[in-house]
């Protein structure tokens, strides 16, 4: 396609320039980032925080639109309808009630199916206490941070220290960045985020393995180049793969935003954001990250095996 015929022909761009101009911008993004964190918090959903699942069925196909318009006499903070099948007559509602208490929550429950009246078939009741969604929560931190420090170990045998450092700073960089600004607009928190953050970190990670196999390629066949000159040939070498793996993902993950529908919603931001901040940070943080070490070519760099081979 002409559209993308610039992306594959090889580049010269001058990316360790700005790259000061890109480490202030890190900086920036972390700090706000952590800030909301701290003291915004996060918007936990029906996972975490409790509340009430129904399930129920129509003989014709439900107008999500006028459900959603029936519901909002009901006092729930946060309600979330997905279609399930292809006919469009059945219908997932979760909602988080005011009080986490089981009287409360079955209440509410009541009023809905006061509201909807006896038209749907009420197939699946579920009320999910504060207990369960925090057993949840405990379970949901500590896969991410197994699945991180898993990251970690394998990242530190792959490289060289100074590698393995920069990877790693791109890695919080891209993780924190991603989880503040989810924390910053008040997306909703629950098993499908982890498992976005989740996917993210291997996203992540990859792109930078990658660039790093190109920059350790180089250090052995251009021994004499400047270590400026070599971090930019680097960079421009694989340039074009980082910016198609990195649209094909986010073109895709756009789609889901925009048609996926409410419960999918905090999932596809969590990728479009987190493509847009680790290909960023595959160049300008990872990357230039580098030029801050005298890197030499490890003797033993010819022993070590390239599980991803010589990626163009």
């Known amino acids: ?67 959603r318009k029936q519901l909002s006499g009901v006092e729930l903070d946060d309600v979330n309808l997905q279609s399930i099948g292809e006919s469009g007559s059945e219908m997932m509602i979760r909602a988080q009630t005011k009080s986490q208490d089981e009287k409360e929550q079955m209440k509410a429950v009541n009023s809905i199916k006061q509201i ?48 393995a450092l920069g990877a790693m700073v791109g890695l919080v960089h891209d993780l924190l960045v991603t989880v503040g600004f989810l924390s910053l607009f008040d997306f909703d928190i629950s098993l499908t985020t982890v498992a976005a953050v989740l996917t993210l970190a291997g996203y992540s990670v990859n792109d930078k393995v990658v660039n790093y196999d190109r920059i350790r390629e180089n250090l052995r066949k251009y021994k004499k180049m400047p270590q400026y000159e070599l971090l930019n040939k680097s960079i421009n070498d694989i340039f074009s793969r980082t ?3 990195g649209l094909t993902t986010l073109l895709a993950s756009i789609a889901l935003f925009i048609f996926g529908g409410d419960t999918l919603r905090s999932f596809s931001f969590t990728i479009v954001l987190g493509v847009i901040v680790g290909t960023y940070s595959s160049i300008y943080v990872s990357g230039t990250f580098l030029n801050l070490f005298n890197l030499r070519a490890n003797q033993n760099a010819d022993k070590a095996v390239n599980p991803f081979g010589n990626v163009e």
């Open 1 to 67: 396609m002409r559209i993308f015929s610039w992306v594959t022909k090889d580049t010269n761009i001058d990316f360790m320039k700005f790259r000061k101009a890109g480490y202030a911008l890190s900086i920036a993004l972390v700090v706000l980032s952590v800030a909301c964190i701290v003291f915004k918090g996060f918007n936990y959903g029906i996972d975490f925080s409790g509340g009430i699942l129904i399930e129920l069925k129509s003989q014709e196909k439900i107008n999500m639109e006028e459900v």
């Open 116 to 163: 909807l009246g006896d038209k749907y078939e009420y197939r699946r009741v579920e009320l999910v206490g504060p207990q369960v969604g925090g057993e949840l929560k405990k379970a949901g931190i500590i896969a991410s941070v197994i699945a991180v420090l898993a990251i970690t170990l394998y990242i530190w045998f792959r490289f060289e220290w100074q590698f």
């Open 243 to 245: 910016i198609l793996t």
